[in-house]
């Protein structure tokens, strides 16, 4: 088995919305924020090669949205997910399973490309889409609060296709013999989390479970979150995993951290060491 960080780029959310309660004198000391109270995020994305599958997880925000939608999320960096995948030698073309841990716009706009003529079609045509019936239905069928942040224009073209796949939502399930699938519902319904086995440790890919290294202190959860206490309980089950096991966490919008561990201390779980994939 082989992992690749897959950087698709940066943009900007609001730093009030992304901290909750936490007021900003706080919150800027780990994550400025520029004259518009905007903060910069990753867009990270992980490639597993296991055995003969390719598997992305989460695809970044695509390019198929207007200048209109695009403006209101200020995109930058020089990263692409065609860039990222070819620096490792591989096309769009030979993933053979994207893996999406939940369906908002950020996480799966590249799933879908807009031809000249307007089409909607698969960006990636040799793959199957991994979803889970409960997540989709939400998304699908979404509540007003969340609407926004699920687009039928990358949702509704996966199923028809063909190519959408759906995961039984059973915390623990197999994807391969190397991962397995944890479940988080205080984001959003059914939020999926790849727990993966790699060189003796455990990594724990944490989707908007836990956005960046500076999110880790318990009262850190975004307002963006659908059922907050929800989250705050399944934050501190996992992070109390996370320390007990060691386990690796992979960031997917930390804007400068890949992946850290944490550790137990006076104030609390606090970040330990934070690293490259590449290094582990």
């Not at 959310?13 to 109270?37: R, Y």
């Not at 991994?130 to 699908?140: D, F, G, P, R």
């Not at 509540?143 to 796949?165: C, H, M, T, W």
């Not at 501190?236 to 561990?261: G, M, R, S, W």
Request: glycine residues 6%; charged residues 25%; hydrophobic residues 35%.
């Amino acid at each position: 088995m082989k992992l690749y960080t897959i950087d698709t780029g940066f943009f900007k959310l609001d730093g009030g919305a992304m901290f909750g309660v936490v007021p900003k004198s706080i919150w800027q000391k780990t994550n400025p924020a520029d004259e518009f109270n905007l903060c910069t995020w990753a867009m990270r994305c992980l490639l597993v090669q296991d055995g003969d599958r390719l598997i992305l997880i989460d695809n970044g925000i695509g390019y198929k949205q207007d200048e209109r939608f695009l403006k209101h999320y200020h995109l930058h960096g020089n990263d692409t997910l065609e860039k990222s995948l070819e620096h490792h030698g591989f096309s769009k073309d030979d993933i053979t399973d994207v893996f999406l841990t939940h369906l908002h716009f950020d996480h799966c706009g590249g799933s879908i490309e807009r031809l000249e003529d307007g089409t909607l079609v698969p960006a990636f045509k040799n793959a199957n889409y991994w979803s889970n019936k409960e997540h989709w239905q939400w998304a699908v069928e979404p509540n007003d609060r969340e609407k926004a942040s699920f687009l039928k224009e990358n949702i509704l073209p996966i199923q028809e296709s063909g190519k959408l796949k759906f995961i039984d939502t059973v915390d623990g399930v197999s994807f391969t013999e190397n991962i397995k699938i944890r479940f988080a519902y205080g984001h959003t319904d059914a939020m999926m989390l790849p727990q993966i086995s790699y060189k003796g440790k455990t990594i724990l890919y944490m989707a908007d479970m836990l956005p960046s290294v500076g999110h880790i202190p318990m009262p850190y959860v975004m307002s963006y979150d659908m059922f907050p206490l929800k989250t705050l309980n399944e934050k501190k089950k996992y992070l109390e995993e996370a320390v007990q096991n060691n386990y690796i966490l992979f960031l997917e919008h930390d804007p400068v951290n890949e992946c850290c561990t944490l550790q137990e201390t006076e104030k609390g779980i606090r970040v330990k060491d934070t690293f490259k994939l590449s290094e582990i």
